[in-house]
């Protein structure tokens, strides 16, 4: 909605881009082309600006001074000739500008065919007007007509946006077109320039993960439209973004963000908790300890002293090993160091002391697997005769039969005694709830108990399978967007899948890269499996964007959340905003309320007012139309004629009682069917 700004006791509002008018033909000669915020000028023999020009040239101001003759080079005559200057461009968010207009004889200013300035008059001095006004965002197209009627001649014209913080609200365009290396060292982001006149510069931010952004660059604003930042060689990933500031401190909303990893140079932790144990042949060492989150491989080394020699070992991808190698009867001390995909070491890990193998202990017996029922999970227990209860357990899990210990998973439970504490057999039992468990797998289980260092065998199998799948629904299809005087109505065809849960609908806005049109959204709404549409009630002011619907399973599987693709359908809403704005000085402040048998309106109550006047926006015939004939008392009103399917625009004004109307306060509400 356009925002006008009141000087004196005239209201000055601009139209939209949307709602411009075109210039009429012939404003500029069709040969000559200017630069952008360049004036376009065209010299005519008369001031009524008919026929063709004599000439059209290109000006970087308006500035002239002819005295008694007329411009140089071209054939005109020293009196009554006219000029025209055009120019079209972009402003940005718009916001309050100065225009300033001086002129022997006559000069009309327009912005989008509206006549703001009119001084059109053979003077005898120059003549002068200065006039703030706001100009909405977008591109419009200024228009200078100057009349030379006899004797002197000049002309003068600026515009210029106002920039102290107590006039200039208007926030400027978030930047777009961010971009930055996929990888590297260091990394240059570079965006799009922003349109606005009263631009500062831009602020520059950083975040590693989901965490807070960070400023970079220092407190004054970046001038140019690229950034150079060198962040730490870690392996990280980093996000960017960039905002738009003006000179009078308004700053835009974050734009989109890019993902970038620096190069990796920084070695990994050294692996800790490291321990070693017999294996349950009793034939060598079983080593495990703690992954290190960045590792891809670990070097395993074997002494007979921590002072060394030590002899490298294997060098496995997770966090055990078997040595297969260890001579009987003597002692060893291990170490471990770890190693990133980028080949960067970590120190040799704490050692940890190996004993010479001895007598391997009795497998534990009776083990079973339980599900847990719709939980993705099982409770193991296992028995072992009493007396053979002098070590402790282990349990692994692998997708294969027999199970491995050597090459499956440890599943981290904690054991405890099930049943009487002095029954013979002990009776033993933990719950696995790993959250790497996946939907409708088949696990297998087996435990081994541990004495002296030494592993048993491994116990019985015992299987069960995880509930579910993740197999995500099929694609939403069939999805249309259609826009309404009370929003975007989105329709689908139904998904068939038995087990779907739900649908979620997204809404964003659509960007472009060097792939395509990219539609980049958030989620909105959760609607129930028998959903087949979805009413985004809003106001109608014609934005743009996109949609797109996710479907999802009982088990939690979508196509969004796998990365595998969408449907999108882009919308752009129908425009109702009213032609003519609301002021920003009134004393109402309005508020506009759907209810059940209309539209309750509430405001303020104003000092010294008699009464109020409700006025309603009649698209039609383009103005606002009363509804209360005479001042209403009280500060609240009820609509009972606004028809539903469209948005209602409303002014209220505060009556003195003379009679005389404040600026009004104006509201909408948006009125579903």
């Not at 055009?86 to 000069?107: C, E, N, V």
């Not at 989150?293 to 002494?303: F, H, I, M």
């Not at 496995?316 to 002692?331: E, I, K, L, M, V």
Request: glycine content about 10%; proline content about 7%; hydrophobic content about 35%.
């Amino acid at each position: 909605m356009t925002t006008p700004i009141r000087t004196g006791a005239t209201a000055l509002v601009l139209a939209t881009a949307a709602a411009a008018l075109a210039l009429p033909a012939g404003t500029a000669h069709a040969a000559t082309t200017c630069s952008t915020g360049v004036w376009t000028a065209a010299y005519y023999a008369n001031t009524t600006f008919k026929g063709t020009p004599k000439k059209t040239a290109c000006d970087t101001s308006i500035n002239e001074n002819w005295g008694t003759g007329h411009p140089a080079g071209i054939t005109l005559p020293n009196d009554n000739f006219g000029v025209r200057w055009t120019l079209s461009r972009d402003f940005g968010s718009g916001g309050p500008f100065t225009f300033t207009a001086a002129a022997r004889d006559g000069i009309r200013v327009y912005v989008d065919s509206s006549l703001k300035i009119n001084l059109w008059k053979d003077v005898s001095t120059t003549q002068t007007k200065t006039l703030n006004l706001t100009v909405p965002k977008g591109r419009h197209t200024l228009r200078v007509d100057f009349g030379a009627f006899k004797s002197s001649a000049n002309v003068k014209f600026t515009y210029a946006p106002r920039t102290t913080a107590s006039v200039d609200k208007v926030k400027p365009l978030t930047p777009t077109g961010l971009k930055a290396p996929a990888t590297g060292h260091a990394f240059t982001l570079a965006w799009t320039k922003n349109a606005e006149m009263d631009l500062a510069g831009y602020r520059v931010y950083r975040r590693t993960g989901s965490g807070a952004w960070t400023r970079l660059g220092g407190t004054a604003p970046v001038t140019a439209t690229s950034y150079r930042d060198l962040p730490a060689s870690n392996g990280a990933r980093y996000s960017y973004a960039v905002m738009s500031v003006d000179k009078a401190g308004n700053a835009s909303a974050l734009s989109s963000a890019v993902t970038v990893t620096s190069i990796d140079e920084q070695a990994p932790a050294a692996p800790t908790g490291l321990k070693v144990v017999a294996t349950a042949d009793g034939k060598g060492y079983a080593l495990t300890w703690t992954a290190i989150a960045d590792a891809t491989r670990y070097q395993v080394y074997r002494a007979t002293s921590a002072t060394g020699p030590w002899t490298a070992l294997g060098t496995p991808s997770g966090a055990s090993y078997t040595d297969t190698t260890a001579a009987p009867r003597t002692a060893y001390v291990y170490a471990v160091a770890a190693q990133d995909a980028a080949g960067n070491a970590s120190a040799r890990s704490a050692t940890a002391s190996a004993a010479p193998l001895v007598i391997r202990p009795e497998a534990p017996r009776d083990v079973a697997a339980t599900p847990l029922g719709s939980l993705i999970g099982a409770k193991l227990t296992w028995s072992q005769p009493k007396a053979q209860v002098v070590g402790t357990y282990t349990v692994y899990r692998s997708t294969t039969s027999p199970v491995n210990p050597a090459t499956a998973t440890r599943v981290d439970c904690t054991i405890a005694h099930e049943g009487n504490l002095g029954a013979d057999p002990a009776r033993f039992s933990c719950t696995d709830t790993s959250t790497s468990l996946r939907r409708g797998v088949t696990y297998h289980y087996a435990v081994v108990q541990t004495v002296d260092g030494l592993t048993s065998a491994p116990s019985n199998p015992a299987s069960f399978t995880t509930p579910g799948d993740e197999v995500p629904p099929a694609l939403v299809s069939g999805l249309t967007a259609e826009p309404t005087g009370y929003g975007v109505r989105l329709h689908w065809n139904p998904n068939t899948e038995p087990d779907l849960a739900r649908y979620t609908v997204y809404r964003g806005e659509v960007y472009e890269d060097e792939e395509g049109r990219v539609c980049l959204g958030h989620a909105v709404e959760w609607l129930g499996p028998d959903a087949t549409g979805y009413l985004a009630e809003r106001l109608p002011d014609g934005e743009q964007g996109c949609y797109f619907v996710d479907a999802e399973d009982t088990s939690g599987n979508s196509l969004f959340a796998s990365g595998e693709g969408v449907s999108v359908v882009e919308f752009t809403e129908l425009d109702l905003t009213p032609s003519v704005g609301t002021p920003e000085d009134s004393p109402v402040r309005l508020t506009a309320e759907d209810v059940t048998d209309g539209v309750r309106l509430g405001w303020n109550e104003v000092t010294g007012a008699a009464g109020y006047l409700v006025y309603r926006w009649d698209p039609i015939d383009g103005r606002y139309e009363s509804l209360t004939p005479d001042p209403v008392t009280g500060t609240t009103w009820k609509d009972t004629t606004a028809p539903r399917g469209t948005t209602h625009y409303y002014w209220v004004t505060a009556v003195d009682a003379d009679g005389t109307e404040s600026a009004p306060g104006g509201a909408y509400a948006v009125l579903a069917p």
